[in-house]
């Protein structure tokens, strides 16, 4: 049991304590936001995308079960948001032309990265240009280090689906980052 | 177990995540195939990659940004939004409402002669309110407005030119009868009926002053065009007038009768009024195409003058718009066909 879903905690967030939802912000605040910078591929839409999961979080307290860890349940409204707004851009992307997708592909966090090397750039740019379905499963799994059974429960899935999903996207970036390897 | 099986099976295998008889079996597939080894190899590797991805951290200010936006407005602002809010919205609206009932009733007074009437508190003779409604609208009697305005001194003459002018205004203008084509009839100049102190009070109107009104105004509407020379003329007009209102006054002819003709088609229908003037014994006097109507002015024999009329319905539905009680032998009569 994290800290964050220690059950008083949990009492403090559900009777609406400003501090303890500040808590529960500064607790995942990073992790949040690193799901999704790295499906979004935009720091500033990902900043936008984490503080709407947590103003969702907050009307949701109230009815937050506990049966589920609240990073969990975190990761479930984060993953939602971005796959939603994936569709939607997908869907305006596609009418602009692949040029649009892959300058997303490459877009603000890749070119940071590359500062930090050009193996994480590398990687970025391969988990950009994954699937939005595969891409979710590899950074919940290798990147945010949740079990088979967490995805399947934040992201609503079969765990076959989880198992096959994660292969694919493993297998896609093996093929990618090739050159990287030893 | 086949490669293909086993290689599903590595990314769990490696996450130690296949349930321990699955582990077995891709275990002893993976000791006697090198090539299903190698590809287990280069997963790991590559899971180590992603593992070396530095943490993202959420940017400087991200808890203030989520806090601030999740903090409930204060009790007094929400009191105050609930209270003040409504009237940002509620004043526009209400005084939006109050200008289009506003407009809406200057329209309905401009639209409604009934009320035009009332406002003048003197009841109009012979008042017809198709003839206002109706456009292009037939001339209507003037002079016995201005007779009764000016007996009863209520009114000044500049209110009663506005009023004239007005009058104008709602209207299409009407052909202004051709002043050397005036009949027989005789007629006080028109100029001296509206500003006469003596003119004769409603009820006691002359009955030549009415359809005088009605030429009068006719004549007045159409003022933008350059008056017949001959107006001028047949009147020795001893000045300038001064403006072309006065003249249309100075310049008024008498007629005996204004009927309005709505026709189809003009050309026939001028066709054949000239064959009905030329049948009942009359003469055309004047004829004028405009725009919109044609001004046909004619002299008919009183004797018959009502056959006269009961025809022109073959050439459209008609309208006496003005028309003296007292008809004389010779009936000068002045027809728009529109």
Known sequence: VEAGDAPRFLDRLRAGETTAFEELVITYQHRV???????????????????????????????????????????????????????????????????????????????????????EAALHRAIAELPEDRRIVVVLRDLEGLSYEEIAEVLDLELGTVRSRLHRARADLKDKLERFLP | MSCHDARESLSAFLDEALAPDERQRVAQHLEGCPECRRELTR?????ALLHRVEPVRAPVGFVDAVTAAARPRPWYRRVAAAVFLPFSVKLPAEATAVVMVALLAVYVFERTPALQESARTQPEVREDP???????????????????????????????????????????????????????????????????????????????????????????????????PSAEGSRGAPAAPASPRLAAKRAAPSADAVTGIAVRDRDAAERDLAELIARVGGRET?????????????????????????????????RVEAERPDLPAQVHVILRLQ
Not at chain 1, 49 to 69: I, N, P, Y
Not at chain 1, 72 to 86: D, G, K
Not at chain 2, 291 to 296: F, G, H, L, Q
């Open chain 1, 33 to 119: 936001f690193g799901v999704a910078v790295r499906m979004l591929g935009n720091a500033a839409e990902a900043q936008e995308v984490a503080q709407e999961a947590f103003l969702r979080a907050h009307r949701g307290l109230a009815e937050f079960r506990g049966d589920a860890k609240l990073s969990t349940w975190l990761y479930a409204i984060t993953s939602r948001l971005c796959l939603n707004r994936l569709a939607t851009a997908e869907r305006r992307l596609h009418r602009q032309g692949e040029e649009t997708l892959l300058r997303l592909a490459g877009g603000e966090w890749p070119d940071a990265a590359v500062e930090r090397g050009e193996v």
């Open chain 2, 43 to 47: 997963l790991e590797q590559t899971v």
């Open chain 2, 286 to 318: 004047g004829r004028r195409r405009e725009e919109d109507a044609t001004i046909v002015e004619a002299v008919v024999p009183q004797s018959r003058y009502a056959e006269f009329t009961q025809s022109l319905t073959r050439i459209g539905a008609w």
């Open chain 2, 130 to 228: 198709r003839e206002k409604t109706a456009r292009p609208a037939p001339p209507t009697v003037l002079t016995d407005r201005f007779a009764r305005d000016s007996s009863s001194g209520e009114r000044s003459p500049e209110s009663k030119a506005r009023s004239l002018e007005k009058e104008q205004d709602r209207r299409e203008a009407p052909a202004a009868p051709r002043l050397d084509a005036a009949p027989p009839v005789a007629a006080p100049p028109a100029a001296t009926a509206p500003a006469a102190p003596a003119a004769p009070a409603p009820g006691a109107t002359p009955p030549a002053s009415k359809v005088e009104g009605a030429l009068e105004k006719s004549q007045a509407e159409n003022r933008q065009a350059p008056a017949p």
